[in-house]
Structures are given as structure tokens and as C-alpha cells.
């Protein structure tokens, strides 16, 4: 049985309520935080576990913390990403519907650590639901003074709003997150200023996703180098994995790091196998923006060693023959699954989600789904491959925020790892159609 | 004072100093073509990529290159940075992909657009772009609308630099325009189709790079390189005064702001922007309203600058530079 950080009492009776939260030993880490502890002894817990960010980039979340400025009288805030809206990461969602109080304590913990007195959860508008939830638990937590002024007689304030978005996917991007919470419009903002300088309302401003607040609970309960033994080299910890797509047991899971790929795929305890005893095709490992990977590459790597379930194993090889760990968006597909047809879906959904600002993103977006769409009505050509190509390599790097670079690696990697399956589809024809 | 190398040219320039305006005080080759910055609006740049350049080399302190181009009109130099510009075939490249995917959705109705001759658009595709478009679906459309009485709004034609945007932020108080929905059918507009009604509000027709944003009193009169550009001023209250008169005979056909090099309004010796009022823009069409100072020099590399000549000296070298050329073309 592996080790549970966030979900190990996610199936006990009442956890979502505050009585059952605490039964389970809910709180009381926010309480020895701010009794027995330094806001500058959490950051050192922090850093000391090797978190890193679990929102996709994986960037060292003590680092980001570190970043901080701290000028004087000067308001500093936390801001919870709760946008979660990457097509096959359904991660925050479970987590918030099913232990709200976990995130409500680990955003305690952390706004004191980071010196936050208002701290704000940013969830996405689609979860109005998951919304009410959150808002039910914050106001038990108000109740009995685990949130609000003076938080359980130490002296430390907090308040704590949920703002719910309008339903754009850019707004998961930190700054246009920060944008849409100060009621603009929520477009990236050019960097630098980062926000650990300049960010909401112009105040040094920390970002993190939801399971790395919750994961600061267990960090600052068992300390830093207890978190820091599980894993492998510098992924370490737990990470929380939505598997989805042809699996017998599709579901969110809480994985130890360095688990074998294919034991996670085969193994009952987990995904539990191709459905219908199919052969596996291919995979989409960290959510649908990193790139996929075929059978042979996602079990092994291009060396021959199993590919494990870290932030280094799944991106060996680069995006030649690697992947990311991204968000834990695990998509599996078997044999009978069209490439192509998966990649315009997603390339539908990122021309959707275009915020418009750039135009890399903004016209390119819209013409490889159109181009995808071309190529699966049949009136492709071999020349649109090469065109695809050219457009994917002509948006990546050249935008304001990485959404650019997530309609891209898609496209880039289905084309890499599996052309034949384009040619197919497509007519001879090399000579590129186009107007004059 | 930190030192930058563009396309190996070094000079030393003040601390905050972005590439572009660095590149703009070396001139010529190294400046990298700008759509959505402009020197007198604040925040603005960053949006349309086409002054992305190549940072081979980072700081004197971190000379690591940068692993992607950096828009040159919101990156600060670093002591000891090197840029490359028009010396990296790979930044031209990704330049040129820039240039087609602000083309792909742009209807190239120059024929019968305003803009035509004084369009950063066209002298961009000129430049960096293909003769053949590879886009073969059908282009963005929209309606025309008219934002007040004296501004046109042709959207199908907007390349979203948003510039208008930030005239409207910056010189309009109780703005009414912005930018709508999202992705490819993002658009400029008003709140609710309202007019925008501003005294300064005509700054947008200046700032607009292509023919998007048009003078309603100017629309169709005449193409720009048939009229004659002068320096004129006269007092006004609201504005500088300062203004650029575009004749044709007599008549004034229009009034803008004065433009530099890069298209953008001259500053004065103080270093405001020129920015000049809708009373002035439209209102002030004869020629007694003004002050003629003489001919405005135009040195954009545009057909406008055809055929204007400012001092008789120049028209009498230009002509016996084409007598030259065509003796020399008959002998041969």
C-alpha cells in the first residue's frame, strides 16, 4: 500500500464538514504552525520537502515563495489557483468537492508563512457546485475561528475569499488569473513584472495551485524531510493523478512519485489495465497541452529504462522522445483511437480558449484546427502535414503566455510520433493549396 | 550606463531603455518594425511579436542567450546584452511567421482602403512577407461600424494592436471602448455600439497602424500620395495645435497629428506626444484657419514620399537622375 498525504481520509464518513475534518486530526497542523512556528520555519519546511508546483511547471514552490518581495507596508497576497480546465485534469475538482477543509488549512498555513492577511481561492465558474462546497466549509471555518481575525488566539489574521471565475481557460494562467480577480479582462500580462513582485492589484503576490497548498498541510505536520523521503531524486512527494480515457478504473489518484508508468497503467490498484483487453496505443501523461507519446516511448524510455512517474523521467529524451509530468492529466487511448481526430479536438479546444492578445496564438490557433479539419473531412494533403508543421513551429516560443506553446506541443508531437497516421488520411498532393 | 551590441553596433544608453528604442537611436537596418507599440502611450507594445529579436547573449552578468526571442519593445537592456536582428536568419524566419499570421485574416482590400500608402501593414507584408498566401479558408469578417460621427471602425481589417484601446485609457476620461470576446473573434468596439465621444477621441485614427480606424470626414476624398503634406499650427486651447495639413490645391482635405519616422506622433521639446484634438482634426478645414509653416518632410520609405518634392534643388536632381537612366538604358 503506498502512502496517502492528501486523500488519506478522503473516504471517511463526514470529512467534507468540519466535525469530520477534525476528528481526523484536521487543523491541528495550523495550529502547531502558528503556536510553534516561524513564518520563515514553514518556508523552510517548504523548501526542505522539495515541493514543486503541481499546477504543470513544476517550479520549486519554497523557490517561488523565496521570490517574494517583501517591501514595507506594502499588503502581500496568496492566490489560490482554482482554474483547473486543462482538457484531462480533473485533480483540484476532487480534492475541493471531497476534503474542502484540507485546502482551507493549508491556505491558512501558507498566507501565514507568506505574511498574507486576505487571501483569495480562484476557482474556475464552471465548478459552481464545487463553489458552494468550498464556501459552506470557509464559513464553518469563520464559525470556529480558524479563519478571521485573531485566528485561534494567536494574534495572526486571515481572511480568505473564493472568487469564481467567468469560465475562460486562460485565467488559469497566473496573471491573467490575477487580471479576471481585479475584474479586468482576463488577459496575460507581459513579463517581467513577475507577480512575486508586482501582481494583484500591484502588491507581491504568490500563485499557487490547489494540491501544493494542500500539500504544505502534511509538509508542515511530518517537516520537511519526511515529504522530502518519498519519491525519487528531486520529484518528491505525492502527486495526485486523474487517469482517464480507455482504463478500467478511470478516477483520480494519489500516487507516491517514481511509480513505474506501466505499473500504473496495469497494475488493479490503479488504472487497471486497457478496457476491453485492447492494446495500449498511446499516451497523454500531464494533460492534454504536453506532448503525447506512443505505447513503446511512454513504458519505456528511448535508453530502454522504464519510464517512472517523476518531473525528470517523463521528460528524458526532451520533447524528441519525452514528455512532461504536466498537471496529472493521464489520458490513455487504445489501438482503435484516431490520432488525429483526438489532436483536433484539442486544438478545437485551445482555439477556443485563445485569449486573442498575440497574434502567434490567436490566428494560428484557428487555422490548424481548420486545417485538422481539413485533413479528417478527407481533403487533405501532404502538403497540409508539412503546413501544420510550420504553423505549430511558427506559434511556439513566440508568445505572450505559454498558452501558445500548449496548442502547439500537440500538434508538434502527433505529428512526430505518428505521421503515418496523417498520410493516411491525406491525398499525395505536395503542392500547397493557399490563395495568392 | 549599460552598454548593448544590435547587429554589432555597441552604444551606451540610460538605464530602463527598452531594445527598440536602443535600436532606434542606431536607425537604419537594426530597428526591428514595431505594429502595436508607440512611443507616446503608456503600456503599450508586446501584442502583435513583429519586433521580436534574437538575444544571443543575456547580460554581461548572465551571458546565457535567451532561449526565446523577446519582444524587443517591452524588453529592458542589460550591461553588455547582444541582439541580433536582421543578422539572425532564424529571428527572420520567425518573423516572417509572425508577419503571415497577421495576414491570414487581413481582407487586402488596399484598393479601396484609406490607409493604403500610409499603412504599416502593407509596408510590413512588403517586406517580410510571401507574395502567396498558404491560407486558403475563408477570413474574418465583420461589420462596419461607426463609433460617433467622425470615426469609422472597419474591423474585418484590425490586427487587435490595441492601441485605440489605451487612447481611449489614456486621453479619454470615461472611456467606452475596448476589446470583445475572445481568440480569433476578439473585436474592437464601444460599449453597446456607443458612440465615443471625446474631445482627443480622433487620436485613435492616428495611432491605428492599418486602415481600421478611418476619419469619416477624409473617407474616399483621395488617396493619400495625391495630396500635399504641410507643416501647419495654430492656437488652440485643448491641444498643441501642431498639426500636419494633407492638401490638395487649396482645400484641406485632412488634418492629423504629426508623424515620425516610425509613424508615431513627434514629441515636443518637452517631450509631450503631440496629441491633438478632435476640434483641430476635424472642424478646422480651411486654410485661413491655419498657420502654413511649408512642406512636411515625409521619410517613411512609403509611395507618399514619392513625387514630394521640398525644395526645387531636389526635383531638378531627381529629374536629371531619371534623364541619366533612361539615356543609359537606350544606349544599352
Same mark, same amino acid.
Given at each position: 500500500? #503506498?502512502?496517502? /498525504?492528501?486523500?488519506?481520509?478522503? +473516504?471517511?464518513?463526514?470529512?467534507?464538514?468540519?466535525?469530520?475534518?477534525?476528528?481526523?486530526?484536521?487543523?491541528? $497542523? *495550523?495550529?502547531?504552525?502558528?503556536?510553534? *512556528?516561524?513564518?520563515? !520555519?514553514?518556508?523552510?519546511?517548504?523548501?526542505? #520537502?522539495?515541493?514543486?508546483?503541481?499546477? %504543470?511547471?513544476?517550479?520549486? $514552490?519554497?523557490?517561488?515563495?523565496?521570490?517574494?518581495?517583501?517591501?514595507?507596508?506594502?499588503?502581500?497576497?496568496?492566490?489560490? @489557483?482554482?482554474?483547473?480546465?486543462?482538457?484531462?485534469?480533473?485533480?483540484?475538482?476532487?480534492?475541493?468537492?471531497?476534503?474542502?477543509?484540507? /485546502?482551507?488549512?493549508?491556505?491558512?498555513?501558507?498566507?501565514?508563512?507568506?505574511?498574507?492577511?486576505?487571501?483569495?481561492?480562484?476557482?474556475? %465558474?464552471?465548478?459552481?457546485?464545487?463553489?458552494?462546497?468550498?464556501?459552506?466549509?470557509?464559513?464553518?471555518?469563520?464559525?470556529? @475561528?480558524?479563519?478571521?481575525?485573531?485566528?485561534?488566539?494567536?494574534?495572526?489574521?486571515?481572511? *480568505?475569499?473564493?472568487?469564481?471565475?467567468?469560465?475562460?481557460?486562460?485565467?488559469?494562467?497566473?496573471?491573467?488569473?490575477?487580471?479576471?480577480?481585479?475584474?479586468?479582462?482576463?488577459?496575460?500580462?507581459?513579463?517581467?513584472?513577475?507577480?512575486?513582485?508586482?501582481?494583484?492589484?500591484?502588491?507581491?503576490?504568490?500563485?499557487?495551485?490547489?494540491?501544493?497548498?494542500?500539500?504544505?498541510?502534511?509538509?508542515?505536520?511530518?517537516?520537511? !524531510?519526511?515529504?522530502?523521503?518519498?519519491?525519487?531524486?528531486?520529484?518528491?512527494? $505525492?502527486? /495526485?493523478?486523474?487517469?482517464?480515457?480507455?482504463? @478500467?478504473?478511470?478516477?483520480?489518484?494519489?500516487?507516491?512519485?517514481?511509480?513505474?508508468?506501466?505499473?500504473?497503467?496495469?497494475?488493479?490498484?490503479?488504472?487497471?489495465?486497457?478496457?476491453?483487453?485492447?492494446?495500449?496505443?498511446?499516451?497523454?501523461?500531464?494533460? #492534454?497541452?504536453?506532448?503525447?507519446?506512443?505505447?513503446?516511448?511512454?513504458?519505456?524510455?528511448?535508453?530502454?529504462?522504464?519510464?517512472?512517474?517523476?518531473?525528470?523521467?517523463? #521528460?528524458?529524451?526532451?520533447?524528441?522522445?519525452?514528455?512532461?509530468?504536466?498537471?496529472?492529466?493521464?489520458?490513455?487511448?487504445?489501438?482503435?483511437?484516431?490520432?488525429?481526430?483526438? /489532436?483536433?479536438?484539442?486544438?478545437?479546444?485551445?482555439?477556443?480558449?485563445?485569449?486573442?492578445?498575440?497574434?502567434?496564438?490567436?490566428?494560428?490557433?484557428?487555422?490548424?484546427?481548420?486545417?485538422?479539419?481539413?485533413?479528417?473531412?478527407?481533403?487533405?494533403?501532404?502538403?497540409?502535414?508539412?503546413?501544420?508543421? +510550420?504553423?505549430?513551429? @511558427?506559434?511556439?516560443?513566440?508568445?505572450?503566455?505559454?498558452?501558445?506553446?500548449?496548442?502547439?506541443?500537440?500538434?508538434?508531437?502527433?505529428?512526430?510520433?505518428?505521421?503515418?497516421?496523417?498520410?493516411?488520411? $491525406?491525398?499525395?498532393?505536395?503542392?500547397?493549396?493557399?490563395?495568392? | 550606463?549599460?552598454?548593448?551590441?544590435?547587429?554589432?553596433?555597441?552604444?551606451?544608453?540610460?538605464?530602463?531603455?527598452?531594445?527598440?528604442?536602443?535600436?532606434?537611436?542606431?536607425?537604419?537596418?537594426?530597428?526591428?518594425?514595431?505594429?502595436?507599440?508607440?512611443?507616446?502611450?503608456?503600456?503599450?507594445?508586446?501584442?502583435?511579436?513583429?519586433? =521580436?529579436?534574437?538575444?544571443?547573449?543575456?547580460?554581461?552578468?548572465?551571458?546565457?542567450?535567451?532561449?526565446?526571442?523577446?519582444?524587443?519593445?517591452?524588453?529592458?537592456?542589460?550591461?553588455?546584452?547582444?541582439?541580433?536582428?536582421?543578422?539572425?536568419?532564424?529571428?527572420?524566419?520567425?518573423?516572417?511567421?509572425?508577419?503571415?499570421?497577421?495576414? =491570414?485574416?487581413?481582407?487586402?482590400?488596399?484598393?479601396?482602403?484609406?490607409?493604403?500608402?500610409?499603412?504599416?501593414?502593407?509596408?510590413?507584408?512588403?517586406?517580410?512577407?510571401?507574395?502567396?498566401?498558404?491560407?486558403?479558408?475563408?477570413?474574418?469578417?465583420?461589420?462596419?461600424?461607426?463609433?460617433?460621427?467622425?470615426?469609422?471602425?472597419?474591423?474585418?481589417?484590425? =490586427?487587435?494592436?490595441?492601441?485605440?484601446?489605451?487612447?481611449?485609457?489614456?486621453?479619454?476620461?470615461?472611456?467606452?471602448?475596448?476589446?470583445?470576446?475572445?481568440?480569433?473573434?476578439?473585436?474592437?468596439?464601444?460599449?453597446?455600439?456607443?458612440?465615443?465621444?471625446?474631445?482627443?477621441?480622433?487620436?485613435? =485614427?492616428?495611432?491605428?497602424?492599418?486602415?481600421?480606424?478611418?476619419?469619416?470626414?477624409?473617407?474616399?476624398?483621395?488617396?493619400?500620395?495625391?495630396?500635399?503634406?504641410?507643416?501647419?499650427?495654430?492656437?488652440?486651447?485643448?491641444?498643441?495645435?501642431?498639426?500636419?495639413?494633407?492638401?490638395?490645391?487649396?482645400?484641406?482635405?485632412?488634418?492629423?497629428?504629426?508623424?515620425?519616422?516610425?509613424?508615431?506622433?513627434?514629441?515636443?521639446?518637452?517631450?509631450?506626444?503631440?496629441?491633438?484634438?478632435?476640434?483641430?482634426?476635424?472642424?478646422?478645414?480651411?486654410?485661413?484657419?491655419?498657420?502654413?509653416?511649408?512642406?512636411?518632410?515625409?521619410?517613411?520609405?512609403?509611395?507618399?514620399?514619392?513625387?514630394?518634392?521640398?525644395?526645387?534643388?531636389?526635383?531638378?536632381?531627381?529629374?536629371?537622375?531619371?534623364?541619366?537612366?533612361?539615356?543609359?538604358?537606350?544606349?544599352?
Amino acid at each position: 500500500m #503506498s502512502v496517502k /498525504l492528501l486523500f488519506e481520509h478522503l +473516504d471517511k464518513p463526514g470529512i467534507r464538514n468540519l466535525e469530520g475534518y477534525r476528528s481526523h486530526g484536521g487543523y491541528q $497542523t *495550523l495550529e502547531k504552525a502558528l503556536r510553534t *512556528l516561524k513564518p520563515d !520555519d514553514i518556508t523552510g519546511e517548504v523548501k526542505k #520537502s522539495g515541493l514543486r508546483g503541481r499546477g %504543470g511547471a513544476g517550479f520549486p $514552490t519554497g523557490m517561488k515563495w523565496g521570490f517574494l518581495a517583501k517591501p514595507e507596508g506594502v499588503p502581500r497576497y496568496l492566490v489560490c @489557483n482554482a482554474d483547473e480546465s486543462e482538457p484531462g485534469t480533473f485533480k483540484d475538482r476532487y480534492l475541493m468537492e471531497h476534503i474542502p477543509h484540507l /485546502l482551507i488549512e493549508g491556505m491558512a498555513i501558507s498566507s501565514f508563512a507568506l505574511g498574507a492577511e486576505t487571501s483569495y481561492i480562484y476557482i474556475r %465558474g464552471e465548478m459552481m457546485y464545487v463553489y458552494h462546497i468550498l464556501q459552506a466549509a470557509i464559513d464553518e471555518a469563520y464559525a470556529n @475561528n480558524l479563519l478571521g481575525s485573531n485566528i485561534m488566539g494567536s494574534g495572526f489574521s486571515l481572511d *480568505l475569499h473564493v472568487h469564481c471565475g467567468a469560465g475562460a481557460y486562460i485565467c488559469g494562467e497566473e496573471t491573467a488569473l490575477l487580471e479576471s480577480l481585479e475584474g479586468k479582462r482576463g488577459n496575460p500580462r507581459i513579463k517581467p513584472p513577475f507577480p512575486a513582485v508586482k501582481g494583484l492589484w500591484g502588491c507581491p503576490t504568490v500563485v499557487n495551485n490547489v494540491e501544493t497548498i494542500s500539500a504544505v498541510v502534511p509538509i508542515v505536520r511530518d517537516g520537511g !524531510d519526511a515529504y522530502a523521503r518519498i519519491g525519487i531524486g528531486r520529484s518528491t512527494g $505525492t502527486k /495526485l493523478i486523474s487517469a482517464s480515457g480507455h482504463i @478500467n478504473n478511470p478516477g483520480v489518484y494519489e500516487i507516491e512519485l517514481g511509480l513505474p508508468v506501466e505499473e500504473f497503467i496495469y497494475s488493479e490498484q490503479w488504472c487497471g489495465g486497457i478496457t476491453k483487453g485492447k492494446k495500449l496505443k498511446a499516451v497523454v501523461a500531464g494533460g #492534454s497541452s504536453v506532448p503525447v507519446l506512443p505505447a513503446e516511448l511512454i513504458l519505456k524510455t528511448a535508453a530502454g529504462e522504464p519510464r517512472l512517474m517523476t518531473y525528470e523521467s517523463l #521528460s528524458d529524451g526532451g520533447f524528441e522522445t519525452g514528455t512532461m509530468l504536466g498537471s496529472g492529466g493521464f489520458i490513455v487511448m487504445d489501438e482503435d483511437t484516431s490520432i488525429v481526430k483526438n /489532436l483536433w479536438n484539442f486544438t478545437r479546444f485551445y482555439h477556443h480558449e485563445s485569449c486573442g492578445q498575440c497574434s502567434p496564438c490567436r490566428e494560428g490557433t484557428g487555422w490548424m484546427e481548420k486545417v485538422l479539419h481539413k485533413i479528417l473531412a478527407g481533403k487533405g494533403t501532404r502538403a497540409d502535414i508539412d503546413l501544420l508543421w +510550420d504553423i505549430q513551429k @511558427n506559434i511556439e516560443g513566440k508568445t505572450i503566455c505559454p498558452l501558445g506553446e500548449a496548442a502547439a506541443w500537440p500538434v508538434a508531437a502527433a505529428i512526430r510520433h505518428f505521421r503515418a497516421e496523417f498520410e493516411e488520411l $491525406t491525398s499525395q498532393i505536395t503542392e500547397p493549396a493557399g490563395q495568392v | 550606463m549599460p552598454k548593448v551590441t544590435i547587429d554589432g553596433h555597441t552604444l551606451e544608453v540610460e538605464e530602463g531603455t527598452t531594445i527598440l528604442q536602443a535600436a532606434r537611436m542606431i536607425g537604419g537596418e537594426a530597428v526591428p518594425p514595431a505594429m502595436c507599440y508607440y512611443s507616446g502611450l503608456e503600456t503599450s507594445g508586446g501584442y502583435c511579436r513583429t519586433c =521580436i529579436v534574437e538575444v544571443s547573449k543575456g547580460s554581461e552578468k548572465d551571458p546565457r542567450p535567451m532561449p526565446k526571442p523577446v519582444p524587443s519593445c517591452r524588453q529592458v537592456v542589460m550591461d553588455g546584452m547582444e541582439v541580433k536582428n536582421t543578422t539572425s536568419p532564424k529571428l527572420l524566419e520567425a518573423r516572417a511567421g509572425v508577419v503571415e499570421f497577421l495576414l =491570414i485574416n487581413h481582407p487586402l482590400d488596399c484598393p479601396v482602403c484609406d490607409q493604403a500608402g500610409e499603412c504599416h501593414l502593407q509596408d510590413l507584408s512588403y517586406e517580410h512577407g510571401l507574395s502567396k498566401s498558404r491560407y486558403e479558408f475563408k477570413r474574418r469578417e465583420f461589420e462596419k461600424i461607426d463609433i460617433g460621427d467622425k470615426i469609422k471602425l472597419h474591423m474585418t481589417r484590425c =490586427i487587435l494592436c490595441y492601441r485605440c484601446v489605451k487612447v481611449a485609457d489614456q486621453l479619454c476620461p470615461g472611456r467606452v471602448h475596448g476589446v470583445i470576446n475572445r481568440g480569433d473573434v476578439a473585436e474592437i468596439s464601444t460599449y453597446i455600439e456607443n458612440a465615443v465621444d471625446n474631445e482627443m477621441s480622433g487620436n485613435m =485614427i492616428d495611432v491605428c497602424p492599418v486602415g481600421a480606424l478611418t476619419d469619416r470626414t477624409f473617407r474616399f476624398k483621395s488617396r493619400v500620395w495625391f495630396t500635399k503634406p504641410v507643416n501647419a499650427h495654430r492656437t488652440c486651447e485643448t491641444c498643441c495645435g501642431r498639426v500636419a495639413l494633407w492638401l490638395s490645391g487649396d482645400e484641406v482635405l485632412r488634418v492629423t497629428g504629426r508623424k515620425d519616422a516610425y509613424g508615431e506622433l513627434e514629441k515636443d521639446a518637452e517631450g509631450r506626444t503631440g496629441w491633438i484634438c478632435n476640434t483641430c482634426r476635424f472642424d478646422k478645414k480651411n486654410e485661413a484657419d491655419w498657420t502654413i509653416e511649408g512642406p512636411r518632410h515625409i521619410d517613411r520609405h512609403s509611395v507618399i514620399s514619392q513625387n514630394h518634392y521640398e525644395t526645387l534643388k531636389q526635383l531638378k536632381i531627381d529629374i536629371s537622375r531619371q534623364k541619366k537612366l533612361s539615356e543609359k538604358a537606350h544606349n544599352e
